[in-house]
């Protein structure tokens, strides 16, 4: 692996990581908690939690799933087990957040449609790639646990 790859996939770990600690640690405040919710009740895979929790509850869930992936990623000097956890967990965080495309509002810009995105599409858009970086996580992951 040559030295840009190598750095490259440091990058791409640990930045997955800070964006996952940085984005759940959010999920605590009133403000995303609010934020985010035309996304999750529109959402047939998340909608469900507002009926189990408090719109606050449900955020702070989100939060704890999403520093926990965060963590387990970045232990991935420690184990590749962990982290291979921590890349299944944000690979189907980014899935869920993509779905969103499809089912909330605001995803695309009502003047103009498809495929103009809006301002939450302009959001949303972003979680093509983290999933692109959990999904190598996981895989590099993997590879370290079958040695």
Request: charged fraction near 15%.
């Given at each position: 692996?040559?030295?840009?790859?190598?750095?490259?996939?440091?990058?791409?770990?640990?930045?997955?990581?800070?964006?996952?600690?940085?984005?759940?640690?959010?999920?605590?405040?009133?403000?995303?908690?609010?934020?985010?919710?035309?996304?999750?009740?529109?959402?047939?895979?998340?909608?469900?939690?507002?009926?189990?929790?408090?719109?606050?509850?449900?955020?702070?869930?989100?939060?704890?799933?999403?520093?926990?992936?965060?963590?387990?990623?970045?232990?991935?000097?420690?184990?590749?087990?962990?982290?291979?956890?921590?890349?299944?967990?944000?690979?189907?965080t980014f899935l869920a957040t993509l779905s969103f495309m499809v089912t909330?509002?605001?995803?695309?810009?009502?003047?103009?449609?498809?495929?103009?995105?809006?301002?939450?599409?302009?959001?949303?858009?972003?979680?093509?790639?983290?999933?692109?970086?959990?999904?190598?996580?996981?895989?590099?992951?993997?590879?370290?646990?079958?040695?």
């Amino acid at each position: 692996m040559s030295a840009f790859e190598s750095t490259g996939a440091r990058i791409l770990r640990y930045g997955l990581a800070l964006v996952l600690l940085a984005i759940g640690a959010l999920k605590f405040t009133a403000g995303e908690a609010e934020g985010i919710r035309p996304l999750v009740e529109t959402s047939p895979f998340l909608s469900w939690m507002y009926l189990a929790l408090s719109v606050r509850g449900a955020s702070n869930v989100i939060g704890v799933v999403e520093i926990a992936a965060a963590l387990l990623i970045a232990a991935r000097p420690f184990s590749a087990r962990a982290a291979a956890a921590g890349s299944a967990l944000a690979v189907g965080t980014f899935l869920a957040t993509l779905s969103f495309m499809v089912t909330a509002p605001g995803v695309w810009d009502d003047t103009i449609g498809f495929p103009a995105l809006g301002g939450a599409g302009q959001f949303l858009v972003k979680d093509v790639v983290l999933l692109g970086a959990a999904v190598w996580s996981l895989g590099e992951s993997l590879r370290g646990v079958r040695g």
